[in-house]
């Protein structure tokens, strides 16, 4: 995640907790993590309402911003300075559409991740 420490994640939880309802019985962990999904989920049908379905914010880019959580809202700052690289490479966010395409197309029932291209 953005910079951002165990507080801020602390705060970020709370912060889904009061945003999003659930009507399902379950302990406080896993009241969390559907609410987590669920509000991912809600983000994903306004992505495709907007016809914004990629994400324009790469990953490692979101990461060397700052992520700061109020008692009612959630702010980024974008980082200011680029990145500073010894060896110019292809960041691994450049891989993952194409990880899941992959994925995707060459899955098998059974199949685990772990035995990708050990066939």
Known sequence: MASCDREELARLAQLIEQWVDLDVECDAKARLRRKIDVLGRACEQLRIALRHVDNALEYDEFIRGQLEVTDDALHYRVATAPPTRAIEFTRPSQYQSKLL???????????????????
């Open 101 to 119: 395409l992959f994925l995707l197309i060459y899955h098998r029932p059974g199949d685990r991740v772990i035995d990708m291209g050990c066939s």
